[in-house]
Structures are given as C-alpha cells and as structure tokens.
T-cell receptor, first 111, second 114 residues
Framework: QKEVEQNSGPLSVPEGAIASLNCTYSDRGSQSFFWYRQYSGKSPELIMFIYSNGDKEDGRFTAQLNKASQYVSLLIRDSQPSDSATYLCAVNVYGNNRLAFGKGNQVVVIP | EAQVTQNPRYLITVTGKKLTVTCSQNMNHEYMSWYRQDPGLGLRQIYYSMNVEVTDKGDVPEGYKVSRKEKRNFPLILESPSPNQTSLYFC?????????????FGEGSRLTVL
C-alpha cells in the first residue's frame, strides 16, 4: 500500500460549487497532514495543515482529518476559476523527517 | 525576497555526462530536500538534509548524490545521467518541517537526458 493515496481522477466543478478531495494514508503513526496546491507549470505551495481529528477551516478551505480511518479531505467552498490546479496531499512520516506526497488531484472550475 | 533558487531551470544533456543542479535558499532553513515529479507518479523524494553535513536517502536515491557543506546550499549531482532520470526536479527547504510541514519549493528544473 502506498504511503499516501489520492485515487480520484480529474474533478470538474461549476463555479460557486463545493469541490471535495480525498486522501488516505498508510502509516497509522503519522501526526501531521498537509494540502499543497500546484498550478500548472509552477511549484507546489502549502494551503492547509491539520494535526487533530476534526475540521479546520481557513477561508474557503476546510481540511478534515479522521485518524481512525486514516483519511484526510479538503473541501473548497464557493469554487473559483483561480482554484483550478492540482491539489497534493502530504503526510509527515518517519519521525518528522520528510513529507510523503500523494499523486495529486486535478481540479477544474468551470465558469 | 525569501526564496529557493534552482539552476539551471532547463537542461538537455546526454547519457553519462555528469551534471549538477544547484539549489540555494536565503531563509536560514535547516531542512532541505530534493524531489522529482513525474506524470502519474507524483512527487517523490530523492534526498533530504536535516542540517549541514547531515543527509539521508529518500524514496528514490539511486543515481543521485547530494552534499550539504553550507546551510544555504544543497546541490543535486547526477554522476552518470540516464534517460530514466528525465524529470522535473524540485528543491525545497523548511524551517520546521515537523511542525507546520511548510516546504518552500524552488521553481523547478526540467531535465532531459537523451
């Protein structure tokens, strides 16, 4: 099993709708979880991090963590065309020495 | 301006010709790392460094070398490049990876090995 899995294909959402992205991880000892956004041709940038079970909100973004199910999700409310990007889930592994990334999910917001 | 600078940004080379991709950060970060990004495979870590003179292998270290003689620099060396090392490479640094997980990425270096 891969350390971090993002299995959904490209996600197309109408402008103003909610985009929902999911991620599972294999290391039950993982403590910190992150969402990065990568625009086409650009480098990744951090948009959210979460440590505790439950929800964490930052503007239009909400990260959700369920450690029992080893599941992290990202909700983007009121999606805008500028949200069109690839979203990478990342998990801190091996005692905080590195981040393992999922393959990413492409989001396309349709005006 | 706080940044991670990689050079070259684009490079086409031939099999077996040694090359170095430089990486420099001006944020006094202790942690630095190299990733490669390939379609369908995502970001995979090559090497990382917790501090000067401390380096360790990531997921895909074969065919690569690194060094960390100064805090700000973390070059990636391909001693004998092969076509399967054609990829997009990112250098990244972090002040406290274990806390916020915020990696600051360079703009990327697109390498083609013929």
């Amino acid at each position: 099993q891969k350390e971090v899995e993002q299995n959904s294909g490209p996600l197309s959402v109408p402008e103003g709708a909610i985009a929902s992205l999911n991620c599972t991880y294999s290391d039950r000892g993982s403590q910190s979880f992150f969402w990065y956004r990568q625009y086409s041709g650009k480098s990744p940038e951090l948009i959210m991090f979460i440590y505790s079970n439950g929800d964490k909100e930052d503007g239009r973004f909400t990260a959700q963590l369920n450690k029992a199910s080893q599941y992290v999700s990202l909700l983007i409310r009121d999606s805008q065309p500028s949200d069109s990007a690839t979203y990478l889930c990342a998990v801190n592994v091996y005692g905080n020495n590195r981040l393992a990334f999922g393959k990413g999910n492409q989001v396309v917001v349709i005006p | 301006e706080a940044q991670v600078t990689q050079n070259p940004r684009y490079l086409i080379t031939v099999t077996g010709k040694k090359l170095t991709v430089t990486c420099s950060q001006n944020m006094n970060h202790e942690y630095m790392s190299w990733y490669r990004q390939d379609p369908g495979l995502g970001l995979r870590q090559i090497y990382y460094s917790m501090n000067v003179e401390v380096t360790d292998k990531g997921d895909v270290p074969e065919g690569y070398k690194v060094s960390r003689k100064e805090k700000r620099n973390f070059p990636l060396i391909l001693e004998s490049p092969s076509p399967n090392q054609t990829s997009l490479y990112f250098c990244a640094s972090s002040l406290a990876l274990g806390h916020t997980g915020e990696l600051f990425f360079g703009e990327g270096s697109r390498l083609t090995v013929l």
